[in-house]
């Protein structure tokens, strides 16, 4: 069965640094990966996603995202981080009955 | 496009009264999700219709829960009675045909006092 791990529940960055959110999944065939992030009292809104092609992804708000095979990762990546990007980050990969197995989400701070 | 329209935007009831929550998903789309999140168990998905049809409503926590989609532009998510553990944010969304992408609405806060 389809499952995605998201190791870290919060991760902390100091704004123009770099930053990366980690997602692994487990699928059964060729993965759809897909990011998605929540504002607070907002719903969740589509960043990117993997369906096949090159390994990386690029997305909404100069995210971008890179689909590794042999560690089984899709991890999130933002070369130079901004206040406005935190938010509460969820991975899901898609399964074949056309739905989304999530993540537990990743809580990403950036200070000032 | 609108995007997915959810109403209410918030609901306040007490135990035990009847709860109806409803949503518009995108125009064209044919398939819509039932989502609960609270800070305990994170997001769950509780039914997913195809077609209006539901196909996975294993989620639904009891059978005070139910779904029904009427027609392809309008679903709803019903509490009856309602408890307060039913306290959450409820999200809809709705995706097309085979390209998973789902778009989200805004949700409905919902507190069971």
């Known amino acids: 069965a389809q499952s995605v791990a998201q190791p870290e529940d919060q991760v902390n960055v100091a704004e123009g640094n770099p930053l990366t959110v980690k997602c692994t999944y487990s699928?059964?065939?060729?993965?759809?990966l897909f990011w998605y992030v929540q504002y607070p009292n907002r719903g969740l809104q589509f960043l990117l996603k993997?369906?096949?092609?090159d390994n990386l992804v690029k997305g909404s708000y100069g995210f971008e995202a890179e689909f590794n095979k042999s560690q089984t990762s899709f991890h999130l990546k933002k070369p130079s981080a901004l206040v406005s990007d935190s938010a509460l980050y969820f991975c899901?990969?898609?399964?074949?009955?056309?739905?989304?197995?999530w993540g537990a989400g990743t809580k990403l701070i950036i200070k000032p | 496009d609108a995007g997915v329209i959810q109403s209410p935007r918030h609901e306040v009831t007490e135990m035990g009264q009847e709860v109806t929550l409803r949503c518009k998903p995108i125009s064209g789309h044919n398939s819509l999700f039932w989502y609960r999140q609270t800070m305990m168990r994170g997001l769950e998905l509780l039914i997913y219709f195809n077609n209006n049809v539901p196909i996975d409503d294993s989620g639904m926590p009891e059978d005070r829960f139910s779904a029904k989609m009427p027609n392809a532009s309008f679903s709803t998510l019903k509490i009856q009675p309602s408890e307060p553990r039913d306290s959450a944010v409820y999200f809809c969304a709705s995706s097309l045909g085979s390209s998973l992408e789902q778009y989200f609405g805004p949700g409905t806060r919902l507190t069971v006092t």
């Open positions: 993997y369906i096949t092609g």
């Open positions: 699928v059964s065939g060729n993965p759809y």
């Open positions: 899901a990969v898609g399964d074949s009955n056309y739905q989304l197995i």
